[in-house]
């Protein structure tokens, strides 16, 4: 089992900047990659961005390219995604999630693990 708890999330106002933060425990040996994930009510769960664990391998969802970075910090085994030039379209609850197979994936159903999620509010 892994255990993820998000942090970071608020209101924001568009332009503005968030980071948020992602702590793995427990088997986080099987971590291959780290995602993460945003939900707005009505909307499915749709990708943002992944690092594969080992070789900081990153990809990004198109709406958010250039402007949110995913990284990790091995010895905290936290990601983070640096939110900048924030829009009201990117209001959503974001979750952290882990894929344990090495190739990284867009797909939620490919993840096995998921944290609560945390809510970013951009106001216009």
């Known amino acids: 089992q892994v255990q993820l708890v998000e942090s970071g999330g608020g209101l924001v106002q568009t332009g503005g900047s968030l980071t948020l933060s992602c702590a793995a425990s427990?088997?986080?040996?099987?971590?291959?990659?780290m995602g993460w994930f945003r939900q707005s009510p009505g909307k499915q769960r749709e990708f943002v961005a992944a690092l594969r664990w080992r070789d900081r391998n990153t990809n990004y969802a198109d709406s958010v390219k250039g402007r949110f970075t995913i990284s990790r910090d091995n010895v905290k085994r936290t990601v983070y995604l640096q939110m900048n030039s924030l829009k009201p379209e990117d209001t959503a609850v974001y979750y952290c999630a882990v894929k344990s197979a090495y190739s990284s994936s867009w797909i939620a159903g490919d993840y096995d693990y998921w944290g609560q999620g945390t809510q970013v509010t951009v106001s216009s």
């Open positions: 427990g088997r986080t040996f099987s971590t291959s990659v």
